[in-house]
């Protein structure tokens, strides 16, 4: 992972984080296959659960490492009307 030293990074990214995960959508897809979770702006991105609660926690936990690997590769981040979106 990514270390930040200087903290108003680490918060700039928690907050880019949180607007992300707000526009978050979830879909129930039956009894035996629980709930799927998205961004759509973040080609990808997509966790499962077998509660809508399970299916957040599991796409903010893949949101995070999406985030770490697009630095990493240095893609930066870009406006798009909903979010900020790291390409």
Not at 21 to 49: M, N, Q, S, W
Not at 57 to 79: P, S, V, Y
Request: charged letters at 30%.
């Amino acid at each position: 992972k990514i270390i930040f030293e200087d903290i108003g990074i680490m918060r700039t990214l928690e907050a880019y984080q949180q607007q992300a995960l707000k526009l978050a959508e979830v879909t129930f897809l039956g009894d035996d296959e629980g709930f799927v979770a998205r961004i759509p702006e973040f080609r990808g991105l997509i966790a499962t659960g077998e509660s809508k609660k399970e299916a957040l926690a599991e796409l903010e936990t893949a949101l995070a490492d999406w985030i770490n690997l697009a630095l990493k590769r240095g893609l930066g981040f870009l406006t798009t009307k909903r979010v900020l979106v790291a390409r």
